[in-house]
């Protein structure tokens, strides 16, 4: 097949104890998923129904790393999070068979230009200057679910600069990752290759040029960025 131009290269994560990587389709992210977060955020964690928003694929920082700040923010703001890779997809999904579609867990960071997002917010209009801009999804190895389960409690944390910033446990999720699953399969067709970012807990703060960044979630490992 020819092209116009040539095709850009797949994006794609290692994956541990893997010569082979993952090919990255889509990149979900579910938001307020974490009851202190949504109340920081300003808002009732009663459960309402799960929503969603999407960064590109190509917005993933593999591994980690150095992560350069980003244009027309004044406020850059991290997010650790749980991710979980998809080895097959579907439709309609119910939350019963849901964890079979998991190939593995990473750990992720979702970057956010939360005044860009503010501004979206205020004028009702969508997320994704806010969101899914270059370098906003730091993104750590998968770790195959056939080694470690389906991780659904446990500690996740993020520092800045060796201090504790945010905290909180897996059992805390508001929507768990079945539910999520089912409910995302319902306005999409997921597919192999999809990542789900699973919310992050209370926290969240701005980060500037020069912090270091380091998370884990238990069970699974953790990421080092450094903003520069």
């Not at 997010?79 to 190939?103: K, N, Q, Y």
């Not at 200057?129 to 470690?148: D, L, M, Q, R, T």
Request: glycine content about 12%; proline content about 9%.
């Amino acid at each position: 097949m020819e092209f116009v131009f040539a095709p850009p290269p797949v994006t794609s994560l290692a994956v541990r104890g893997m010569a082979a990587r993952f090919p990255v389709r889509r990149v979900y992210c579910v938001g307020r998923n974490y009851a202190a977060h949504a109340i920081e955020m300003g808002f009732d964690p009663d459960r309402e129904p799960p929503f969603f928003f999407q960064k590109n694929p190509d917005n993933l920082v593999p591994g980690g790393g150095d992560v350069p700040y980003p244009p027309l923010t004044q406020d850059l703001h991290h997010e650790i999070e749980l991710v979980a890779a998809l080895g097959e997809g579907g439709r309609d999904i119910p939350r019963d068979r849901a964890l079979d579609h998991v190939f593995g867990y990473a750990v992720g960071i979702d970057l956010t230009r939360r005044d860009l997002q503010g501004v979206c917010k205020k004028m009702g209009r969508p997320w994704e200057v806010g969101k899914a801009f270059e370098h906003s999804a730091p993104c750590s190895e998968i770790v195959p679910a056939a080694e470690i389960g389906h991780p659904d409690a446990g500690d996740i944390h993020l520092d800045v600069n060796g201090a504790r910033r945010q905290e909180g446990d897996l059992n805390q999720l508001i929507w768990k990752l079945p539910e999520v699953i089912e409910h995302l399969s319902g306005l999409f067709t997921l597919a192999a290759g999809d990542l789900i970012f699973t919310g992050t807990p209370a926290g969240v703060g701005p980060v500037v040029a020069g912090d270091t960044l380091t998370g884990s979630v238990a069970g699974v490992g953790g990421i080092a960025v450094r903003i520069v």
